[in-house]
Structure formats: C-alpha cells, structure tokens
C-alpha cells in the first residue's frame, strides 16, 4: 500500500529547505543553513518512507535510511545551538556527531539486515530490521541532541519569549510521540505525525531571527 504522508513530509521538508537556503544566501546566518541541512536530512528519510511504500526496500536504501535518522536530530541540536549563539557548544557537538556518524556508518557497511522484517513492515520498520550492535549506537546521538534540543530552546524561549523556541519544542515533542508509536506498532500513526512535526520544525526554522532579550 502506497502511503502518501511520508510524500506529504518530503515535500514540505523540500519547500522548507529552499526556503532557508534562500533566506542563507541573503543573510548569511550560519542558523538557517544549519536548519536548511537538518530539512534535508529529514527529506531523505521521508523519500526512502514513500519509496519504501510504494516499491518496498532495498538493503541500500534501508542503511542510508537508517544513518540519516539520528543525524536529524543531532542537525537540530546544533541548529538551535548556533541560533543561541553557544558557538563552543555548536562546535562541540557538531564535532561528536562527526565521530559517531562516522563510527555508525562503519558499523552500517557491514551489517546484516534482517530482510523479512523490511518486507513486514515497509515503510514502518524503523530500527527493527537493524542489528543490535549497530542500533547501540542511534541513541547515542538522540538522547544526548534530544536533551540538547530541549533545554537551549527552553533557554531561548524563557530569554526571548519567541514563537521559534516553542514551535522546536512542540515540533521535538511531537517527533518524540511518533517515534514512541512506531515502536509500538502503531506505523501508520507516526508517518502522520511525521508530517506535522515536519511542517511545526519548518515554521519554527524559517521564522528564526537573531534576538536581543526585553529589558
């Protein structure tokens, strides 16, 4: 069965990023770009859910699937780090995705997929195809970038009172349900909220602006 909000996500995430690599070349504010790259990121993800859907999976398409999903969130920690101006922690953290990314992608290229399991579950298979000793290393950066994500943009909203640090939150939120319903079973369910965590994240993204707190 062909699904069509994984489609839906993709093009939002397609028209979000353009949207923020325009807004990057007229101000050059290092955030939107770091925003345009974690839409990206998520428009992989959601093309190989729709192409999952529609013709099943390959082990190819399903390894890169699964790469750039913890890279999402990581992209999104950054992001708002940059967008507070913690440079130090921006780069920090950009520099311990670096050696996890690279880590899990050597675990990936010789992983074992479990193949009755992608044409199970299709489009809602999430990690459950993967090995455990490469799924050891998704919450590693998860965790850590989820936690980030959600005390900068508490941070920023307290300090600026800004409608982008309370879509972030919302949006982080809302992806944190759909993840828990699909290990649940519920895969339908999570491609929806996919979409309207997609399209909070873009919003959130595009109205972002360097702030000074109210006196």
Request: aromatic share 12%.
């Amino acid at each position: 069965m062909v699904y069509p909000a994984p489609l839906l996500s993709s093009i939002a995430s397609a028209v979000g990023a353009a949207i923020l690599l325009r807004q990057y070349i007229r101000s050059r504010r290092l955030f939107k770009l770091v925003f345009a790259l974690q839409l990206l990121d998520m428009l992989v993800g959601q093309a190989l859910e729709f192409y999952a859907s529609a013709s099943g999976w390959s082990v190819a398409a399903y390894k890169v699937y699964y790469f750039s999903s913890p890279l999402s969130a990581a992209l999104l920690a950054i992001g708002v780090a940059v967008l507070l101006s913690r440079r130090k922690f921006a780069a920090g953290f950009t520099l311990y995705t670096l050696i996890v990314a690279v880590v899990l992608a050597l675990r990936l290229s010789g992983a074992t997929v479990d193949v009755t399991r992608l044409e199970e579950l299709g489009p809602f298979v999430g990690g459950q195809a993967m090995p455990e000793s490469v799924r050891v290393f998704s919450p590693i950066l998860t965790i850590p970038s989820g936690l980030a994500i959600f005390a900068l943009s508490i941070i920023g909203f307290r300090r600026f009172k800004a409608p982008e640090y309370a879509a972030i939150i919302a949006g982080n939120l809302v992806f944190m349900i759909a993840g828990g319903l699909l290990r649940r079973g519920y895969g339908e369910a999570f491609l929806w909220l996919e979409l309207l965590a997609t399209i909070i994240l873009a919003y959130a993204f595009i109205v972002s602006r360097e702030r000074k707190a109210a006196r």
